[in-house]
């Protein structure tokens, strides 16, 4: 999102804060009859928030709770038809206080009726959960949710102007109603249709597909997600569609399983395609750091950074996770003081990422101060819990510290939650090795060659055919 419809973006929440507001609380009431946890970030009270939502520390990985957080805004209409009856009883003042504050109720009326629907990313939950991918069937949602938030909102006007010039609550008559949503969804058709064309609909696809292969990986469903990533990168190159996301997620799924050489691969190809693509620039420079290539990284993760000045809600979590990859960068060439710095920056906009509080707790571990590392690393597996990576540097700063036993644990656990996270495999088996558990160690070196060595050469044949198919 650029500047000019990130300022209309704040603009529209500013002036329609009450909408706003009750949009993301009936979230929250969902959140909490899951006991997810959440935070509500506003743009009018965080200027690092892009655009209010609320933010999860885990995914929402129930099909119930998707679904009911896609509905829930619905209950929006009582308190549009509570502020109606407000705007009745200020004009009753009959004063110019009284008018003034009538029509900044129907502004607020108007800014809940318009939060009164879900939102394309509620709805994308969704239709992940559900694993929905037709791009049709999206953009027919999306045609159907504009229709009932415009139509809403024009019978909300009638049935206000109905109570306040004394007619009492009516409901508009059956044909008024009809007309109106008839009207609506032909002017958003028309608003829309040339928007909606085959390749808006294998984009859509595209987009739904890449969300539930994260979503597999976030669930350590590597076998999935590398199926899904797979089928989604064919889709993108039969018809042509440039996508950065899918090339750049697959990435970093087969960096984190070792596959360092065909992780580059995808990563470069997806520079190639769009130069300014910030997450391909924030995984491309962790890929460099494995790769000892820091001068490399540090200058990756400079443009990613140049890059997410201008974005919205993805200039807060890109940004900050920029700053992460940067502060690893310069705590392996021992720069801790503006490796710490940036880790402050990450945090400042994003204190609920795991990532950036485990690599916090790396840099206080080189810098002796042990507790703090601890400390972050605590927080950091409170915000990520499922998260394999994190678990294996804990339980490396724990074999480190003289904590075998939950060393080991933690070990486990990542292996527990998956297999083939690499750092876990080859931290395992050099702390068994390190305690003379040859026979241990070996077992899970030779299964990490085994698995590792076999997906990357399914993943390079895959990778030829690729090239081979862009001519």
Same mark, same amino acid.
């Given at each position: ?16 804060? $009450? ?11 969902? !959140? ?10 506003? $743009? ?34 009582? &308190?549009?038809? %509570? ?25 607020? #009326? ?19 959960? !559900? ?8 953009? %027919?949602?999306?045609? #159907? ?6 139509? #809403? ?7 206000? *102007? ?32 040339? +928007? ?7 984009? @859509? ?41 899918? *090339? $750049? ?25 769009? &130069?300014? !693509?910030? &997450? ?24 990613? %950074?140049?890059? $997410?000045?201008?974005? +919205? ?21 021992? =720069? ?26 790396? %840099? ?38 003289? +904590? ?9 656990? @990542? ?5 083939? !996270? ?21 077992? *899970?070196?030779? =299964? ?11 993943? @390079? ?11």
């Amino acid at each position: 999102m650029g500047t000019n419809e990130w300022n209309a973006q704040r603009l529209f929440e500013i002036v329609f804060f $009450t909408g706003v507001v009750l949009h993301e609380l009936s979230h929250a009431v969902v !959140c909490r009859a899951f006991d997810v946890e959440y935070r509500m970030r506003l $743009t009018f009270l965080d200027a690092n928030a892009g655009r209010s939502h609320l933010l999860f520390p885990q995914v929402v990985t129930s099909t119930v709770m998707a679904v009911l957080i896609s509905i829930s805004p619905f209950s929006l209409i009582a &308190p549009a038809l %509570l502020v109606t009856m407000l705007v009745g009883i200020a004009l009753e003042f009959g004063s110019m206080a009284g008018t003034i504050l009538a029509l900044i109720l129907v502004v607020q #009326g108007i800014g809940i009726c318009l939060s009164a629907v879900p939102s394309e990313s509620d709805l994308e939950a969704l239709f992940v959960q !559900c694993t929905v991918f037709d791009g049709r069937l999206w953009w %027919l949602s999306v045609v #159907g949710i504009n229709t009932v938030q415009f139509s #809403g909102l024009f019978l909300w006007l009638i049935v206000t *102007y109905g109570y306040v010039v004394g007619s009492g609550w009516s409901a508009p008559p059956l044909d008024t109603v009809i007309m109106v949503i008839g009207a609506t969804g032909f002017s958003i058709l028309i608003g829309l249709g040339p +928007d909606i064309d085959m390749e808006a609909i294998y984009r @859509a696809e595209v987009d739904l597909r890449s969300q539930y292969a994260g979503l597999c990986w976030y669930q350590n469903n590597d076998e999935e997600a590398n199926r899904q990533f797979l089928r989604t990168i064919d889709i993108v190159e039969k018809h042509g569609i440039e996508h950065t996301t899918v *090339y $750049t997620s697959y990435a970093g799924l087969l960096f984190e399983r070792g596959q360092t050489e065909a992780a580059t691969d995808y990563c470069q190809h997806a520079i190639e395609i769009d &130069p300014e !693509c910030v &997450p391909s620039h924030i995984t491309y420079a962790g890929i460099l750091v494995r790769q000892e290539r820091y001068d490399e990284a540090e200058r990756h993760c400079k443009r990613a %950074l140049e890059l $997410t000045i201008d974005e +919205d809600i993805e200039r807060v979590y890109h940004r900050a996770k920029a700053h992460v990859n940067y502060a690893e960068v310069l705590r392996e060439q021992g =720069r801790f003081d503006e490796a710490e710095d940036h880790c402050h920056r990450g945090l400042e906009m994003n204190p609920d990422e795991a990532h950036a509080h485990a690599s916090y707790a790396e %840099l206080c571990a080189e810098r002796g101060q042990i507790s703090d590392a601890e400390r972050r690393y605590e927080r950091a597996l409170e915000l990520g819990p499922e998260t394999a990576v994190i678990r294996a540097g804990y339980a490396e700063f724990l074999a480190d510290h003289g +904590d075998d036993r939950a060393a080991e644990h933690q070990f486990q656990r @990542a292996l527990e939650l998956n297999p083939d !996270c690499k750092p876990a495999t080859d931290g395992y088996a050099t702390f068994l090795e390190d305690r003379g558990r040859s026979e241990e160690a070996q077992r *899970y070196a030779d =299964r990490t060659d085994s698995t590792h060595g076999a997906d990357s050469a399914d993943v @390079a044949v895959r990778h030829e055919n690729t090239v081979d198919s862009r001519g």
